[in-house]
């Protein structure tokens, strides 16, 4: 494994809400590995814990507390400015959303993986030949 992985955010609302999957992200969490992640991650975390309020699966606090553990978790967050252009390039070359393109370029950028629960982002990342840059949790 390398020395830090890029988290995403399907892998990050597995360890904070319960989900299919949360017990291996949760053991991925506390497992030493290091972590890093575009900033725009606490967004992603919190439209995921909005969704779950809606549906009352969880309070607002659930969802608030989730973003303030984010910090304890990702030992790295990189400016979104930073991966944006990159960001840009594989989003219309290979078709990825530029978010999904965000956590690939920030992999590229760091020598490292993107860990992932979104199968289909790992599948779209070998078909670009990209494979190498991502994980499945």
Same mark, same amino acid.
């Given at each position: 494994m390398?020395? *830090? $992985?890029?988290?995403? =955010? %399907? +892998? !990050? !609302?597995?360890i904070f809400f319960t989900e299919d999957g949360s017990e =291996? =992200?949760? !053991? $991925?969490a506390i %497992?030493?590995?290091r972590f890093c992640a575009p900033e725009f991650i606490a967004l992603e975390i919190a439209s995921i814990g909005a969704k779950y309020a809606r549906k009352g699966e969880i309070d607002v606090d659930h969802g608030r507390l989730a973003i303030q553990s984010l %910090? *304890? $978790?990702i030992d790295h967050f *990189?400016? +979104? $400015?930073n991966l944006s252009e990159r960001a840009l390039i594989l989003a219309a070359k290979h078709g990825f959303s530029v978010y999904d393109a965000s956590y690939l370029a920030l992999a590229e950028a760091r020598e490292s993986k993107v860990v992932t629960a979104d199968r289909k982002l790992h599948l779209r990342a070998q078909d670009a030949g990209l494979g190498a840059l991502t994980q499945l949790l």
């Open positions: 390398p020395d *830090e $992985l890029v988290l995403d =955010a %399907s +892998v !990050a !609302a597995k =291996a =992200a949760r !053991a $991925l %497992s030493g590995q %910090s *304890e $978790l *990189e400016p +979104v $400015l």
